[in-house]
């Protein structure tokens, strides 16, 4: 079935730092791709829509230029978390729509901002 | 996408069926019904999905009431492995969002 890779897994960055976290759609070619974030005891919260070749959607609330979304190949979108504050420390989940069961995610990338 | 409800958790011993609830009354017609289920710090994990059909994989059962205002998931043969986060969603799919409720915690006891 379809895969899709998340790294990494895990990162600490210091505050006022930015991260890249990137996800690959290994078997498959996706025009869409769905990023979620996600904090302690919640559910999986959407922060925007990647989009291969265009810009992305972004859903209400959701800083556009704090996270950047780059969706340059039909196998690659990147989260950039731009100077990361503690507050912005949470699990962050990528998804695709990849076969005929629809959306698969990926491992989630677990965020600390010390 | 229509809203979904779930119970916020129920338990279930080792070995026995588990079968969790979900009410979509606002159901489009051209919606599914998906479940996914989310273990401790992992992504989401795709369970099944249907239109109005009952649907049935290696992993568990769906069954949709006539009207499709509810489903219920079935895990026939529950296993400590089972012990989740189970969310129901309903989409159009294709390229549509999935917009997650807060989902049911199922614990399987020994």
């Known amino acids: 079935g379809a895969v899709v890779s998340q790294h990494p897994s895990r990162v600490i960055c210091k505050s006022g730092t930015s991260v890249k976290i990137e996800c690959r759609s290994l078997?498959?070619?996706?025009?869409?791709m769905f990023w979620y974030r996600q904090f302690p005891k919640q559910s999986l919260m959407l922060m925007a829509t990647?989009?291969?070749?265009?810009?992305?959607?972004?859903e209400q609330g959701v800083e556009k230029d704090k996270f950047l979304i780059n969706h340059a190949s039909l196998t690659l979108s990147t989260l950039t978390v731009t100077s990361a504050h503690p507050e912005d420390s949470s699990f962050y989940i990528c998804?695709?729509?990849?076969?005929?069961?629809?959306?698969?995610f990926g491992s989630g990338t677990r965020l600390t901002v010390v | 996408d229509a809203k979904t409800t779930q119970p916020t958790s129920m338990d279930c011993a080792e070995g026995r069926a588990a079968n969790l609830p979900c009410n979509h009354s606002?159901?489009?017609?051209?919606?599914?019904v998906y479940w996914y289920r989310q273990i401790h710090s992992q992504g989401p994990q795709y369970i099944i999905h249907?239109?109005?059909n009952n649907e049935t994989n290696e992993m568990a059962s769906l069954i949709i009431t006539e009207d499709r205002k509810s489903s219920t998931l079935i895990l026939p043969h529950a296993t400590l492995r089972d012990t989740a986060v189970y969310y129901c969603i309903v989409t159009t799919g294709a390229n549509s969002k999935l917009t997650f409720g807060k989902g049911i915690t199922l614990s399987v006891r020994p």
């Open positions: 078997d498959f070619q996706a025009t869409t």
């Open positions: 606002t159901i489009s017609g051209n919606e599914y």
């Open positions: 998804s695709a729509n990849g076969d005929r069961h629809g959306y698969t």
């Open positions: 990647s989009n291969e070749g265009s810009k992305a959607t972004y």
């Open positions: 249907g239109l109005k």
